[in-house]
T-cell receptor, first 114, second 113 residues
């Protein structure tokens, strides 16, 4: 158990819809990362937050947004969903800013868009 | 831009045989280097990491990796593979002092009896 909790574990929705994925980081970790894993794109970095502020952005679509709340949990919002958004979305957390350390991954949220 | 290349999409080894998974990275300075393992239906778990110092690092589950600056490589090795090692292995790189860990495409390991 990594200590990172993601909900929901599975989600099935239709094209054009909007979903929210939630992540609770490991106790004490200030950084939260979001990754998308699909068969054709591999594990893609989406975005990172540190203590409520956006710190780094990767290949995140404009239809996607994220935020980190004062209690440090994070949400990834996916809107106007397309078939190609079907993927496993991982949240990871880590301890200290300025030190690239170990990422602790949740078990992922599997999104299926029909 | 930083990048990670894992040239082998999948590898099959016999149980008890040795294993080497290849990883090459592209980065201006010496980055932080990692190997993660992902079992089916699970998140990723860190096997080992290299920040500085001894270029041969030991990890969990009997894995080790060697950093070779001249070759920009960080290959993962295990002297004797067990059936439970069947999983997908990811090499990753992160810039020292910061963010945005980048992962390779992964190598899926199959273990045959």
């Amino acid at each position: 158990d990594s200590g990172v909790t993601q909900t929901p574990k599975h989600l099935i929705t239709a094209t054009g819809q909007r979903v929210t994925l939630r992540c609770s980081p490991r106790s004490g970790d200030l950084s939260v990362y979001w990754y998308q894993q699909s068969l054709d794109q591999g594990l893609q970095f989406l975005i990172q937050y540190y203590n409520g502020e956006e710190r780094a952005k990767g290949n995140i679509l404009e239809r996607f947004s994220a935020q980190q709340f004062p209690d440090l949990h994070s949400e990834l919002n996916l809107s106007s969903l397309e078939l190609g958004d079907s993927a496993l979305y991982f949240c990871a957390s880590s301890g200290k800013e300025g030190e690239a350390g170990e990422l602790f991954f949740g078990e992922g949220s599997r999104l299926t868009v029909l | 831009a930083q990048s990670v290349t894992q040239p082998d999409i999948h590898i099959t080894v016999s149980e008890g045989a040795s294993l080497e998974l290849r990883c090459n990275y592209s980065y201006g300075a010496t980055p932080y280097l990692f190997w993660y393992v992902q079992s089916p239906g699970q998140g990723l778990q860190l096997l080992l990491k290299y920040f500085s110092g001894d270029t041969l690092v030991q990890g969990i589950k009997g894995f080790e990796a060697e950093f070779k600056r001249s070759q920009s490589s960080f290959n993962l090795r295990k002297p004797s593979v067990h059936w439970s090692d069947a999983a997908e292995y990811f090499c990753a790189v992160a810039p020292s002092g910061g963010f945005k860990t980048i992962f390779g495409a992964g190598t899926r390991l199959f273990v045959k009896a």
